[in-house]
């Protein structure tokens, strides 16, 4: 005779009952993922919650991420000066990131700080290619690039900006 404790009564008893029957994941494998990475279990968490991993890095890393990014990231936007306050408020937080306090004697990683003059070119010459690419779709022929860039606003470059 085998010992059976209150717990596995308790399962055997809910089986034969056919608790257990129709649930979701039934007769599949468990997946235990690697056991070798720590971090396993966090990796699972934002996968299975849809979060973005992003998030979990330092600022500096969530900035140079956000960098390499641009000017993609800014195809939606609708017009200039909101590409340009956006590109203010990441030089600000890349400013306010090299403002805070190292830890050690290790130089710390820096975040590239952006020149707005120089990407809101990329933007409108990403934005002309999005709308002949749009245009082609449309109708089926090529229209003339020129003609879908804004018109470009005449700017005296000041002397500390040469080059």
Request: proline share 9%; charged share 35%; no cysteine.
């Amino acid at each position: 005779m085998r010992y059976e404790s209150w717990v596995e009564r308790q399962i055997r008893e809910a089986t034969e009952r056919g608790e257990f029957s129709g649930l979701a994941g039934s007769g599949k494998p468990l997946d235990l993922g690697n056991p070798d990475d720590p971090d396993w279990w966090v990796k699972r968490y934002l996968e299975r919650e849809g979060l973005d991993a992003s998030a979990t890095m330092p600022p500096v890393l969530q900035l140079r991420a956000e960098a390499a990014g641009y000017p993609q990231s800014l195809a939606d936007v609708p017009d200039e000066a909101s590409v340009r306050e956006i590109l203010r408020d990441y030089n600000l937080r890349v400013v306010q990131d090299r403002r805070r306090p190292t830890l050690g004697r290790a130089m710390p990683p820096v975040a590239p700080r952006i020149d707005v003059d120089d990407m809101v070119r990329r933007w409108r010459e990403l934005r002309a290619a999005l709308a002949v690419a749009n245009a082609t779709d449309r109708s089926g022929d090529v229209p003339d690039p020129a003609a879908a860039q804004p018109p470009v606003r005449s700017r005296r470059r000041r002397w500390w900006r040469r080059g």
